[in-house]
């Protein structure tokens, strides 16, 4: 079982960044494609970005792609997202998930975090 905790999230002016951390603990965290989802108000969870075990690989949600970077450290069992130029339609709660397959469908992940909020301010 692992259970993950994001914290780094909160209120943000337009154009300004925030880096969000996934602290990862039980398990083995090197084994799993480590990802983010965000959720707007009124609207579906949505894929942001994904990195896979060994960190040779990123994925991002085409829109996404040149503001947001992730990234992970085995070593520390975390995994991060680094966002600038951000916008009020990047206000969302943010969730980190962990999953063997891993991919942009949320369905691939097994766990979840609890998610924290993110609010961009015009």
């Known amino acids: 079982q692992v259970q993950l905790v994001e914290s780094g999230g909160g209120l943000v002016q337009a154009g300004g960044s925030l880096r969000l951390s996934c602290a990862a603990s039980g398990g083995t965290f090197s084994s799993y494609t480590m990802g983010w989802f965000r959720q707007a108000p009124g609207k579906e969870r949505e894929f942001v970005a994904a990195?896979?075990?060994?960190?040779?690989?990123?994925y991002y949600a085409a829109s996404l792609k040149g503001r947001f970077t992730i990234s992970r450290d085995n070593a520390k069992n975390a995994v991060y997202l680094q966002m600038n130029s951000l916008k009020p339609e990047d206000t969302a709660v943010y969730y980190c998930?962990?999953?063997?397959?891993?991919?942009?469908?949320?369905?691939?992940?097994?766990?979840w975090g609890q998610g924290i909020q993110v609010i961009v301010s015009s």
């Open positions: 998930a962990a999953g063997r397959r891993g991919g942009a469908d949320s369905k691939n992940y097994d766990y």
């Open positions: 990195r896979n075990w060994s960190g040779s690989n990123s």
